[in-house]
């Protein structure tokens, strides 16, 4: 059997011809590390990674154990890249309600 091992990157659906024609073909479609956005999920058989939402969640959680307020940056890596887009929901998902952690800036390392 013919399978297509896909390390996505992180670039979100991942609707590229290697991965419709492979379905297409019948060959299953692994991604690795970097889960595809919610859209893709027909395409690919199996994701085996992190929970970057976890992770993001997790950040924020620890960064409140130890800071009582903060005024925060982030800078993430690509702008529509499903790893980022997931750690940024999970992040401000932690941060929900808590008046004391301002977010002053939310920028992409790949702009000019």
Partial sequence: MQVL?????GCGFIGSCFVLR???????VISLNNDVDQ?????VECFVGPDQYQIGYDLATYMMEQYDS???AI????????????????????LE???NYE???????NVD
């Fill in 97 to 99: 309600g808590k008046d």
């Fill in 5 to 9: 091992y896909l390390v996505t990157g």
């Fill in 39 to 43: 859209s893709g999920w027909e395409y």
């Fill in 75 to 94: 800078v993430d890596g690509l702008a529509n890249n499903t790893t980022y887009l997931n750690r940024y929901n999970g992040f401000m998902a932690a």
């Fill in 70 to 72: 903060a005024h925060i």
């Fill in 22 to 28: 492979a379905r297409a073909a019948g060959i299953p």
């Fill in 103 to 109: 977010i002053l800036v939310h920028d992409y390392c």
